[in-house]
């Protein structure tokens, strides 16, 4: 069965290789056991969907509509909890029915490849109990994303507790998936003239 991790930090891990993940999305193919790595290339066969969604979630733009649900981690831990397990045995159905990514995710303590490690053993362990519920091991994959969108503000174990989660996202979902919004660079003003009055400043 197939694993697909994001290496989003590899070139801060000086592990003394180059990633081949071009701009934009190209997921890793590490087979159960294997060791993985940037080498390792995506195999599957072609689905947009499926790319347009992981894509989003590599951004941290993904359509609510499309999250089954997501379920939250301790600190430090992937083992899921008896009080989110209800979360999963509620979807479980609908996760037979479909694709699903299983995306996983840490706070900002902890070093970069620490934290890669822990996002996708809370994404396996999500995976593992689905898969004990009867959902289908082949029509899920997994994303690790480490802290690449944990609030790097959080400043104790409690503040930090929305980003310790793994998100189960419906691959067939159908709706619309924007693109990430542009940020507009501030113009500057223009100045006055002579005499007259500061013209007001309006918010960007």
Known sequence: MKRFTFLLAIAALSVGCTSRIPAGFNPLDRPTGGSGGPDSIDTRSANARRDSLAAAILAGNIPQEAILT???????????????????????????????????????????????????????????????????????????LGSQHADKNAAGRQSGAKDRKAIIVDVNYSGPIAAPAAKSAARPAAPAAAGSAPAPVTAL
Do not use: P, W
């Open 70 to 144: 997501t379920v939250y981690f301790d600190f430090d831990k992937y083992t899921v909890s008896a009080s989110e397990r209800a979360k999963i045995d509620a979807v479980a159905g609908r996760v037979k029915a479909t694709d699903v990514i299983i995306a996983g995710y840490t706070d900002h303590f902890g070093t970069e490849e620490y934290n890669l490690g822990l996002s996708d053993r809370r994404a396996q362990s999500v995976r593992e109990y689905l898969v004990k519920s009867g959902a289908n091991q082949a029509k899920s994959e997994i994303m690790a």
